[in-house]
């Protein structure tokens, strides 16, 4: 399913509100929503964070593929996102929060494991500091069993911004896999999947 029109509204205005926080111009296909959501285990009672849900459209597919297994949390920092994911998937537990404070959302939480974090954050809108901060928090909370998965448009992969988040993905992950482009998103964009965090990062 794409994003319902009030679904559509609520993003756009969040957009114009707050564009160096929202990042993308339209949220992401049901197709990139499906390959980022293919990390979330198929059995047992997972624990699922979701960082920059936006809208929904990947925590609609996460929630599917949840269905009424384990513990789905959606960390969104911009509040009016927050209310409308809130109402829209009463079963997910939506934060309104930084994604840099994972580690004491988590532990709010007392959550201490971690299986899947499906990042949906505008990366290069984010200072390198705080994207260090929120891998780290990010790959500490996964341990060696989990898994890190994020997005990065096509276009953007020459830009220096991105070349250093790949860069920072490999120095935090010892496993880092780009997967085939999904040409039908806008932008056209392929996705990260990251295992085994090296050890003191």
Known sequence: MTASRG?????LN???????????????SPL??????????GQGEPVVVELGPGTGPVTETISRRLGDRGRHLAIEVDTSLAEH???RF????????????LDELLAERDIDRVDAVVGGLPWSLIPLSAQRAILRRSAESLGQHGVFTTFAYLHALPLGGARRFRALLEATFDEVLP?????????PAL????RRPRAGR
């Open 14 to 28: 969040a957009v114009v509100r707050r564009p160096a926080v929202i990042g993308a111009l339209v949220p992401s």
């Open 179 to 187: 997967t085939r482009v999904v040409w039908r998103n806008f932008p």
């Open 32 to 41: 990139l929503a499906r390959r980022l959501a293919a990390v979330v285990p």
């Open 85 to 87: 994911l809130a109402r």
């Open 90 to 101: 009463p079963r997910v537990e939506v934060v309104n929060a930084d994604a840099a404070r």
């Open 191 to 194: 996705t990260y999947v990251c």
């Open 7 to 11: 679904g559509l509204s609520v993003f």
